[in-house]
């Protein structure tokens, strides 16, 4: 066979594949089928691949309703922007924040009500803001004077929350030192944004992504309560109260610890936080251990104390946390052996000597073709992973589900007002 033909015959089985995976989702319902599905993938493909469990979302937003149900999810679209979440967690029930007019777009196109999202972002470009105002997208946040000169011309009918600065001390990524005003500047704006007419309605934190720190989220609800009170003394009547993202993914404890003292400090200032609308922004708290990545080795070089191993995947990509984070993902051999293990380190494909994704590393000994699965991949990966120059492509997305599970989304999709068009699953 020509290469082309036999191209022909990969791409067709990548297809099958992808249907059988994705045809109303392949709904495996045991883990030896899903693993014939994934070693079937492999076969056909010597590029890397995300596998995306629709059961481990529903799992996130089901944990996230019991333990904080009086808090609103509006999923961080930034994060993960696939379709596929988007659509599951609409029909849910989840909201979704938006950074830009692409998101906005992504989330409408799924026939979510503009009233489900908030354009979360302190900077927003113009054209944006139009496109917001046109699509009725009305909440949304802000931090400055200027954007609220901008929105008071752009997007008038909006509503407002003041995005104010409460950082935690322990933290993947601060977003302080970029955005969010004092909490004493934040009254000020509240003034301000009264005067000019416009609809102030409550306030906006984040306390940084990956927070390892639970107790800053009852120190920034007590700046909150502050201004609540400030506010109300002045006869200004706020309403909603946002507590952003910063929520672990794949750490239920921390999870836990987090809603436990979210939730005792509103109970603490009950007399202020009564009637207060309790909203979140999550991004990788749902979309971190949806997904794995799946990347084969393509070179391997032994050196005399360490074994160097060469992946598909880089820091251009999938792994920018190892720059951006300061984050490393170790990954599983996909035929998992535990003897014989040896030093070992793995670098990406670029040219850059800053692609050493992981330092340090016990594996056994591996071949070149074998596969390596990094679990917990789906923060801030598939939609930053770009056209490779090594890769032919973004790398493909599959899905799965129990039948159990994706009975349970259509149900919930049937209950919700919008009515998705699931069956469009991509
Ligand atoms: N909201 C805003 C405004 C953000 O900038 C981010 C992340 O950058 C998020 C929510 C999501 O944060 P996380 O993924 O930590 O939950």
Not at 132 to 140: E, T
Not at 237 to 256: I, K, M, R, S, Y
């Amino acid at each position: 066979k020509s290469p082309h033909q036999m191209l022909g015959n990969r791409d067709q089985k990548a297809a099958m594949v992808s249907d059988i995976m994705l045809s109303s989702l392949k709904t495996v319902d045991d883990d030896d089928e899903l693993k014939h599905l994934i070693e079937d993938i492999m076969q056909i493909s010597d590029d890397s691949f995300y596998v995306g469990d629709v059961g481990e979302l529903i799992n996130s937003f089901k944990l996230w309703k019991k333990l904080l149900p009086n808090v609103t999810p509006y999923y961080a679209v930034k994060c993960n922007d696939e379709l596929n979440i988007i659509k599951v967690l609409a029909a849910l029930g989840c909201n979704f924040d938006c950074a830009s007019q692409d998101e906005l777009t992504r989330v409408l196109s799924c026939g979510v009500d503009p009233a489900r999202i908030i354009f979360a972002n302190p900077t927003k470009l113009r054209t944006h803001l139009i496109y917001a105002a046109r699509h009725k997208v009305q909440l949304m946040t802000f931090d400055t004077e200027q954007e609220l000169e901008k929105i008071k011309e752009h997007h008038p009918d909006a509503k407002l929350l003041v995005r104010i600065r409460s950082d935690a001390k322990v933290v993947t990524i601060q977003m302080g030192h970029k955005f969010g005003c004092t909490p004493e500047n934040a009254m000020q704006l509240i003034d301000k944004a009264v005067k000019m007419g416009l609809r102030i309605v409550g306030i906006a934190f984040h306390v940084g992504t990956g927070c390892k720190e639970p107790e800053a989220f009852p120190r920034a609800i007590g700046l909150c309560a502050k201004i609540l009170k400030e506010a109300k003394m002045k006869g200004i009547h706020l309403n909603t109260v946002d507590v952003g993202g910063g929520f672990p993914e794949n750490e239920p404890d921390t999870f836990a610890k987090m809603a436990e003292l979210l939730k005792g400090a509103l109970e603490e200032q009950n007399d202020t936080f009564k009637g207060i609308n309790m909203i979140a922004e999550p991004g990788r708290y749902f979309a971190g251990s949806t997904f794995k990545l799946y990347a084969s080795i393509i070179g391997i070089r032994h050196n005399p104390d360490v074994t160097w191993y060469y992946i598909n995947r880089g820091i251009i990509g999938a792994f920018n946390c190892v720059f951006s984070e300061n984050l490393t993902r170790y990954p599983i051999p996909w035929k998992s052996r535990s003897d014989n293990l040896k030093p070992s380190l793995i670098w990406g494909p670029e040219e850059i000597q800053k692609d050493l994704l992981v330092k340090e590393i016990l594996l056994p000994p591996l071949k070149d073709g074998d596969w390596l699965v990094f679990p917990t991949m789906g923060a801030y990966t598939v939609t930053l992973d770009p056209v490779n120059w090594l890769a032919s492509s973004k790398p493909k997305v599959y899905y799965h589900v129990s039948k159990v599970d994706w009975d349970l989304v259509q149900e919930a999709n049937g209950k919700s007002k919008e009515h998705l068009h699931l069956a469009n699953f991509v």
